[in-house]
């Protein structure tokens, strides 16, 4: 029996831990979770690296859209959005009118001690330091804020523990 009455969509930088968050918090509310990335990847059937270099940025954006109206045919679950789904203002219309909208957020240094050993961030790639992350947070920062419906600091937090914010903030 799903408790949910609607999506809840995870959103926030990359690397924030959006990803670990909803898959702890699925299992702790029993539904499923979905995550946007890998459900364009499965579509796509190239990885997300593979999507910018032979398509671009914009193609990917579009694939985002998409992937909100084929959630929204899905009973109300977790979903963890890739870094830029808020960026896009329709992306944030669709996702309210479906569900709750969770910014996770934390410090520059966070991500950056989340991130730096990844190579799958098309968007740092040649640019993993904490000042480009930090003004990369910045541009983005007004619209996660314009986003959210909820606010959970992430800092000093294990998923579990952010998991059990999001539960007692809902």
Do not use: W
Request: net charge neutral; aromatic share 4%; hydrophobic share 35%.
């Amino acid at each position: 029996m799903n408790r949910l009455k609607e999506h809840i969509f995870m959103i926030g930088f990359m690397g924030v831990g959006k990803t670990s968050t909803s898959r702890i918090l699925s299992k702790k509310l029993g539904v499923k979770e979905n995550d946007t990335d890998a459900m364009i990847v499965k579509q796509e059937k190239k990885s997300i690296a593979e999507i910018f270099a032979d398509e671009g940025e914009e193609y990917f954006r579009k694939t985002e859209t998409g992937i909100i109206d084929k959630l929204a045919e899905l009973e109300p679950c977790i979903v963890s959005c890739g870094g830029g789904m808020a960026m896009r203002e329709v992306n944030v219309e669709k996702m309210k009118k479906i569900g709750k909208v969770v910014l996770l957020t934390a410090t520059p240094e966070t991500i950056y001690s989340h991130v730096k050993d990844s190579t799958n961030r098309p968007l740092l790639n040649g640019n993993m330091n904490i000042p480009y992350i930090k003004k990369l947070m910045e541009e983005r920062a007004p619209k996660y804020n314009a986003a959210a419906d909820i606010v959970i600091e992430t800092d000093g937090c294990t998923p579990s523990q952010v998991a059990d914010k999001i539960i007692d903030s809902l």
